[in-house]
């Protein structure tokens, strides 16, 4: 089956580490995304690749970096500059970048650093 | 983007049609109209878009008035599984690169047995 594939469900770090979320897709999208989500708030958008080797920063990509080195990989690093980095990680894909294509998401990677 | 506006939250009766209203005023003419939902610790899941005309598939239908400042996304017969966040999005052509798509806090629907 055609999907988006993050891993893992949950990660623990400690504080001061850098941590690699995985996102794969095989929908064979151009386009990919990644979000953040908070409890009880909605999702805040960090970083998103229209092609590959190309991405641009959302609304809040400070403490964050991503890659685009294949169609089909889009990982988020979460680096000890982000002051905030607990949360609930989701990653998106679409056809293309433009309003008439849907999102698909995975099923989010939840982080917990202490 | 524009910006959506939905109720925080709303109850709907099992077997009865839950009516989720959302405004959209600063919509644009290529912005599209989009509903996700997420169950809790989930992805979103796509529901429905539309530009202009009204639209249905096997999960909803999508009503979006004539001027577009406002939609309603419909499920016909509420059942328990459909408890969940729901998300009105616009989404249009990114302006080279500037294609910065975000969530807002959705409407909480409760399907009531």
């Known amino acids: 089956d055609g999907g988006i594939t993050q891993s893992p469900k949950y990660l623990f770090r400690k504080e001061g580490q850098n941590v690699t979320l995985s996102c794969e897709q095989n929908?064979?999208?151009?386009?990919m995304y990644w979000y953040r989500q908070d409890p009880g708030q909605g999702l805040r958008l960090i970083y998103y690749?229209?092609?590959?080797?190309?991405?641009q920063k959302g609304d809040i990509a400070e403490g964050y970096s991503v890659s685009r080195e294949k169609k089909e990989s889009f990982p988020l690093t979460v680096t000890s500059a982000q002051k905030n980095p607990t949360a609930f990680y989701l990653c998106?894909?679409?056809?293309?970048?433009?309003?008439?294509?849907?999102?698909?998401f995975g099923n989010g990677t939840r982080l917990t650093v202490t | 983007d524009a910006k959506t506006t939905q109720p925080p939250s709303m109850d709907c009766a099992e077997g009865r049609a839950a009516n989720l209203p959302c405004n959209h005023s600063?919509?644009?003419?290529?912005?599209?109209v989009y509903w996700y939902r997420q169950i809790h610790s989930q992805g979103p899941q796509y529901i429905i878009h539309?530009?202009?005309n009204n639209e249905t598939n096997e999960m909803a239908s999508l009503i979006i008035t004539e001027d577009r400042k406002s939609s309603t996304l419909i499920l016909p017969h509420a059942t328990l599984r459909d408890t969940a966040v729901y998300y009105c999005?616009?989404?249009?052509?990114?302006?080279?690169?500037?294609?910065?798509?975000?969530f807002g806090t959705g409407t909480r629907l409760t399907i009531i047995p």
């Open positions: 690749s229209q092609i590959v080797n190309d991405f």
């Open positions: 998106a894909s679409s056809m293309e970048a433009v309003g008439n294509s849907p999102l698909h």
């Open positions: 539309g530009l202009k």
């Open positions: 999005i616009v989404r249009g052509r990114p302006n080279f690169g500037n294609e910065k798509l975000t």
């Open positions: 600063t919509i644009s003419g290529n912005e599209y």
């Open positions: 929908l064979n999208h151009d386009a």
